[in-house]
């Protein structure tokens, strides 16, 4: 064989190694941290059926997850979280307990001007759970942003600063202005931030504005590529705000719950595009601060 077709060939396969090489670089970047979910449901078609405790646990620890907030429609399957203490410390899950709104689907449309989900919330706030007192209120939706000026948002914004409760809203820019204007100093996560998907410019003005607003980022669109990494504009902005924001998987059906392996895989491939302590602060350090837990979690 004449040499020059063996360099050829030789580069040729050079080239390939270092083509599949990069790739198996690329596959293997992972955040490899602990990570807290800001947004995770344990409504009863989970809990009751497809997904009891010891297997929503098991989720969570091979994903590598020390620590959720749990919400749910209705409350009892928070309240199942919170009351499988032994199970979730042998799981290493810490269990932060909201409460959600819903007593049933017909609640999503009308709560923010419905006086008995205002006593509803008051009740549960002061049962507590067996995992202790509740740390904050929601998820809740606002479908059009206006109502976030019905009587019972008003109230329940206020009564979450009154009382250092963090409030999970899932809602768009227009009724974070409104909600904050309620309660100037309440804690506010933005669930998704912007799942209508809000410029990234408008992003960084609302978090500039309002100190003690934090983003949540599941479903958030434009936040990643076609090959699951960070899009420039959202890498920017994580650089700049990585105190703000907080990794979720928004386990609202069982399919969510069935793949909560996978949700959590791709957040840790986007999150390895971030210098290190920047990673760790949106996957465990901005929760862990938010809820006064230990800014390492406790060994297993």
Same mark, same amino acid.
């Given at each position: 064989?004449?040499?020059?077709?063996?360099?050829?060939?030789?580069?040729?396969?050079?080239?390939?190694?270092?083509?599949?090489?990069?790739?198996?670089?690329?596959?293997?970047?992972?955040?490899?941290?602990?990570?807290?979910?800001?947004?995770?449901?344990?409504?009863?078609?989970?809990?009751?059926? +497809? #997904?009891?405790?010891?297997?929503? $646990?098991?989720?969570?620890?091979?994903?590598?997850?020390? &620590?959720? @907030? *749990?919400?749910? /429609?209705?409350?009892?399957?928070?309240?199942?979280?919170?009351?499988?203490?032994?199970?979730?410390?042998?799981?290493?899950?810490?269990?932060?307990?909201?409460?959600?709104?819903?007593?049933?689907?017909?609640?999503?449309?009308?709560?923010?001007?419905?006086?008995?989900?205002?006593?509803?919330?008051?009740?549960?706030?002061?049962?507590?759970?067996?995992?202790?007192?509740?740390?904050?209120?929601?998820?809740?939706?606002?479908?059009?942003?206006?109502?976030?000026?019905?009587?019972?948002?008003?109230?329940?914004?206020?009564?979450?600063?009154?009382?250092?409760?963090?409030?999970?809203?899932?809602?768009?820019?227009?009724?974070?202005?409104?909600?904050? +204007? #309620?309660?100037?100093?309440?804690? $506010?996560?933005?669930?998704?931030?912007?799942?209508?998907? &809000?410029? @990234? *410019?408008?992003? /960084?003005?609302?978090?500039?504005?309002?100190?003690?607003?934090?983003?949540?980022?599941?479903?958030?669109?434009?936040?990643?590529?076609?090959?699951?990494?960070?899009?420039?504009?959202?890498?920017?902005?994580?650089?700049?705000?990585?105190?703000?924001?907080?990794?979720?998987?928004?386990?609202?059906?069982?399919?969510?719950?069935?793949?909560?392996?996978?949700?959590?895989?791709?957040?840790?491939?986007?999150?390895?595009?971030?210098?290190?302590?920047?990673?760790?602060?949106?996957?465990?350090?901005?929760?862990?601060?938010?809820?006064?837990?230990?800014?390492?979690?406790?060994?297993?």
């Amino acid at each position: 064989m004449p040499r020059t077709l063996i360099s050829s060939r030789a580069r040729v396969a050079a080239a390939g190694l270092l083509w599949l090489g990069l790739v198996g670089t690329a596959l293997a970047q992972r955040y490899t941290g602990p990570i807290f979910d800001a947004h995770l449901h344990y409504n009863e078609e989970a809990w009751m059926s +497809a #997904h009891p405790v010891d297997d929503a $646990l098991a989720r969570l620890q091979r994903s590598g997850v020390r &620590a959720i @907030v *749990a919400n749910s /429609r209705p409350n009892d399957g928070t309240k199942s979280l919170a009351a499988a203490r032994e199970k979730t410390a042998a799981a290493g899950v810490t269990v932060v307990p909201f409460v959600r709104l819903y007593r049933n689907r017909a609640d999503y449309t009308g709560w923010f001007q419905d006086e008995t989900i205002y006593e509803m919330v008051l009740s549960e706030l002061a049962a507590g759970t067996a995992a202790g007192p509740y740390r904050g209120l929601g998820e809740f939706h606002l479908y059009e942003s206006a109502n976030a000026n019905g009587a019972v948002a008003r109230k329940l914004m206020q009564l979450a600063q009154a009382r250092d409760l963090v409030v999970l809203a899932h809602v768009d820019d227009t009724a974070i202005d409104l909600l904050m +204007a #309620h309660a100037p100093q309440a804690r $506010l996560v933005w669930a998704h931030t912007g799942i209508g998907g &809000a410029p @990234v *410019a408008r992003v /960084r003005a609302l978090l500039d504005k309002y100190p003690r607003l934090m983003g949540e980022l599941s479903y958030r669109p434009g936040l990643t590529g076609a090959e699951g990494g960070l899009s420039d504009e959202w890498k920017a902005l994580f650089t700049s705000h990585s105190e703000r924001f907080l990794v979720g998987s928004d386990t609202w059906v069982n399919a969510r719950w069935a793949g909560y392996e996978g949700l959590m895989a791709d957040a840790r491939r986007w999150l390895a595009d971030l210098p290190e302590p920047a990673a760790r602060r949106i996957a465990w350090d901005n929760g862990a601060r938010l809820f006064g837990l230990p800014p390492v979690p406790a060994a297993r």
